[in-house]
Every structure is written in C-alpha cells, then in structure tokens.
C-alpha cells in the first residue's frame, strides 16, 4: 500500500501535519521523504512540542517506522545531523547514497540576482539542481559522514512493497511552485506533482494507491510572485476574506489591513525564511487542476480554525460551525474529489479523518 502527499497550492498547506497524523494513524513500516530539498520547511507539533524540519520527514513521529530520504532529495549534510539529534532517529534512518549534496557555493550563489528577483529561501536547491543537470555535483556518498546512513532506498522501498508493507512518501513545496506547471519563472527547481514524488524516492506509477493533495483553506505564498493578487476566485472577493480575517484582528485589536499584519495574525511567516507569507482567498481554479494533475484520490483541507476559529480542534463533522461546513463542501465542489482529512489546529488529534466513511 502506497500512499503519497504532496501541496496543493504554493506550499506550506501543512503536509508535515497531515504526513505526521497519517504516520500515527496508518502505522506505515516505511516513511520515505520526496521533494526538492531543505528548501522545505514542514512544522509539526508533536506531543506538545514544535519541530521545524527540512530534511526529515515529519513522520518521524511514529516510532516504529522507518525513515528513508529518497535519491531525488537534496542532501543538506549539516542540516540533516541537527535534524538526527533534534528527533533522535539515527538508529532508524537511511539515506540514498544517490542524493545530491549542497555546498556552501551553491548558498551564495542562491543570493543571486535573480534569486532575488524569484525570491527563493536561499537554502542552494537551485544552483545545486543546475549542478546535477550539469553532473558536477557531489553526491551522499562521496561524504565519509553519511556512510552509516547510506543505502538504496528504492530496492528497500519496492521489497516493501512486494511484501504488502505499507509506504507514505512524503512531497514537499506546493503545484504552485513547480517547474513544470507552476508560474515560471516564480517557482522552485524541480516538478513539485505526485508523479515526480514517487520518482524521488523510486517507485513506480503502478504501485501508487492514495495520493493526497493538501490545500489550505485559504492561500499563502512566499517569494516574490508578482501575479498573487490574481489568486482570487471570480466568486469570492478579497474584500470578503479580508473582512472575514480583519474581523478576527479588530477583536485583537490590531489596526490596518497591512498584509503582514494579516500574516501575522494568523501566524503565517515562512518555517525557512521568516518572511511573512502573502495571504489570498482559496483558489479553486489551481486546486482543481493540481488534483487532476497530481491524481488525487483525497484531498485535505488544513488550517480550517485559522479562518472559523470556532472550529479549532474539531474531531467530527458535526463540531464544524455552519459557515465552515459550507467552506469544505464549496471545495469539494468544485475540485471534484472528497476531502477526507480536514485539519482543525495545529496539533496531530486535531484531523476530521473521514476516509471510513464514503
Ligand atoms: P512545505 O514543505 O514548506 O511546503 O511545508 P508544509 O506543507 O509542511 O507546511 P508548513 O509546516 O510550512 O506550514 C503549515 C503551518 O500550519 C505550520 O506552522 C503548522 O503547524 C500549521 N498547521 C497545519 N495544519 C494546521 C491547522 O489545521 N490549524 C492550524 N492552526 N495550524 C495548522
Ligand atoms: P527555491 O525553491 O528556494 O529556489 O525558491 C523558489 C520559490 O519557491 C520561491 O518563491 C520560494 O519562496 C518558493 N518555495 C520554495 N520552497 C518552499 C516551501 O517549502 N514553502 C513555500 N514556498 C517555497
Ligand atoms: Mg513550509
């Protein structure tokens, strides 16, 4: 059983959240990170406690499973030994000796001019990308620090598989923001979609069965796109979102309608750049065709008490406020895919899970 997730808009939709819920709940033997690289930056709160990780997979919450980093995957060396000690996995890791490794050259050379000009997190993922095309780069097993960790993921994976052992494959950053489908040039350096996920960590199409695509319930955007205003559906105006959210920050007592201010209210500022994030209205005309693209047999909706407070932490349906309820079945709607997982706060029993019901 093979199960992957992956944004469904511009990244952080909450896939660490959602990764670390399915990783208690499902109980998989194996958890396999995807994805571009330490450009990612998933936050979960796991018994209480806040874990911003960028190379390992937020399903290291459940401690039976075992954790792989796919050869697609970035390698940050430094980054990687922190996150061991942070999470205290190093007995039940592995990495593929195949992924490619960042130096500190490709970090300067993500100041770059036009670095800049896209706004990227400056973590060396694209100039590294363009150094693998190139095939300059080093990979993890040049590195005598990783060789403990070394292995190959895909063969482990697909015996896996063989034996009826179930797989989460972890994606990273948003539809948005692929290379491929998202808005070019403001995108990161590699296809961000299911498809390519599964080519991270060496599984093929035919052995995928779940593919969940997260959205938000509503839109937040870091770096430098200058089409985000354009984000708004034709039905909702940003009037209407910005009443809804400046409500919440009148009561706090905060004036303007600056968007940082918003972001700040609702306490969107980037995992690895610190930046406030752009807030917009959901976008259901991006969420609809990222789960075409993507296969989406769920979707999840996460952050629903951020925009109805009244429903953080809601375990059921029937905890959901009126207006909220009408908020998930619009983007059922109109995406055309159920969503089976809504998440109501920010901590791991705070998930509708619905997938037992049809
Ligand atoms: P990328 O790989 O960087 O795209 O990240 P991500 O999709 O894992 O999301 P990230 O952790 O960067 O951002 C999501 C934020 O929302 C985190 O701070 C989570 O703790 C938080 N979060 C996730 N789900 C919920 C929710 O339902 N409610 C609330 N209040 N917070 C949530
Ligand atoms: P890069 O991936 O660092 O090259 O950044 C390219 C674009 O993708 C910029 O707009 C970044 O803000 C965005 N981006 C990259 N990773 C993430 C992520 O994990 N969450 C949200 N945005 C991201
Ligand atoms: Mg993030």
């Not at 973590?123 to 095939?135: I, K, L, Y």
């Not at 375990?315 to 908020?327: E, F, R």
């Not at 109109?334 to 037992?356: F, K, N």
């Amino acid at each position: 059983m093979v199960s992957i997730v992956v944004g469904g808009h511009y990244g952080d939709e909450g896939k660490g959240k959602i990764v670390s819920y399915l990783a208690r709940k499902d109980d998989p033997a194996f958890i396999a990170r995807a994805g571009v690289g330490p450009n990612a930056g998933h936050t979960v709160y796991v018994e209480g406690v806040k874990y911003g990780l960028r190379m390992i997979t937020c399903g290291f919450s459940n401690p039976n499973s075992k954790l792989l980093i796919g050869p697609g995957v970035l390698m940050d060396i430094d980054r990687f030994l922190n996150e061991l000690d942070m999470t205290k996995t190093h007995d039940r890791i592995q990495i593929d000796g195949r992924c490619a490794v960042i130096e500190a050259k490709h970090k300067e050379r993500d100041t770059s001019a036009n670095s800049k000009k896209i706004g990227t997190t400056g973590s060396g993922c694209g100039p590294a990308q363009s150094d693998r095309v190139n095939r300059t780069i080093k990979l993890a097993r040049d590195f005598p620090e990783l060789e403990k960790y070394l292995c190959d993921v895909p063969e482990i994976v697909n015996d896996a598989i063989a034996e009826g052992e179930k797989l989460l494959i972890e994606g990273t950053q948003g539809f948005g923001l692929s290379l491929y489908y998202g808005n070019y040039p403001y995108v990161t350096s590699k296809d961000t979609s299911a498809s390519t996920a599964a080519a991270d960590v060496g599984v093929g199409p035919t052995n995928v069965d779940e593919v969940y695509v997260i959205y938000k319930a509503y839109m937040s955007r870091v770096g430098e796109d200058p089409y985000i205003h354009y984000l708004l559906d034709d039905d909702i105006t940003e009037s209407d979102l910005w009443t809804r959210i400046l409500g919440e920050a009148d009561d706090k007592g905060l004036e303007g309608t600056s968007n940082e201010k918003i972001a700040s209210l609702l306490g969107e500022i980037g995992t690895v750049t610190g930046r406030p994030r752009k807030i917009g209205a959901f976008d259901y005309k991006l969420a609809r065709y990222s789960a075409r693209v993507n296969g989406a047999t769920d979707i999840c909706v996460t952050c629903l008490d951020k925009l109805f407070p009244g429903c953080l932490g809601a375990k059921k349906l029937d905890d959901l406020t009126d207006d909220a309820l009408a908020h998930i079945k619009g983007i059922e709607e109109r995406v055309g895919v159920r969503a089976t997982l809504i998440s109501t706060g920010p901590y791991l029993d705070h998930v509708i899970d619905l997938r037992d019901e049809s």
